[in-house]
Nanobody, 119 residues
Framework: QVQLLESGGGLVQAGGSLRLSCAASGTIRRIDAMAWYRQASGQERELVASIGSNGNINYADSVKGRFTISRDNAKNTWLLQMNTLKPEDTAVYYC?????????????WGQGTQVTVSS
């Protein structure tokens, strides 16, 4: 059984920083793409950033230059460093990964962590 556990959300003032962490556990053979999504109240879930197994990185235009995604393959973890936060970054953030386990290859989601940015 594979699980993703997120940490690091919270309340911060505009201009501040937060770092989100996601750790994958279980019978993992390989983790390919890792990503962060977010969903603001009343809106659809959107991709924030992704990082492939080859290190290829993509960001949503709205976070370019402010957010940084990174991964630690040895620890099966990935981070989202969020700087210069804005009130419009307020959302529930979800980590996501394509994981090959002992029995299957599929996408997994974390439980979500709330990020609130006050103006």
């Amino acid at each position: 059984q594979v699980q993703l556990l997120e940490s690091g959300g919270g309340l911060v003032q505009a201009g501040g920083s937060l770092r989100l962490s996601c750790a994958a556990s279980g019978t993992i053979r390989r983790i390919d793409a890792m990503a962060w999504y977010r969903q603001a109240s009343g809106q659809e879930r959107e991709l924030v950033a992704s990082i492939g197994s080859n290190g290829n990185i993509n960001y949503a235009d709205s976070v370019k230059g402010r957010f940084t995604i990174s991964r630690d393959n040895a620890k099966n973890t990935w981070l989202l460093q969020m700087n210069t936060l804005k009130p419009e970054d307020t959302a529930v953030y979800y980590c996501n990964a394509l994981i090959t386990s002992m029995f299957s290859a599929r996408t997994y989601w974390g439980q979500g962590t709330q990020v609130t940015v006050s103006s």
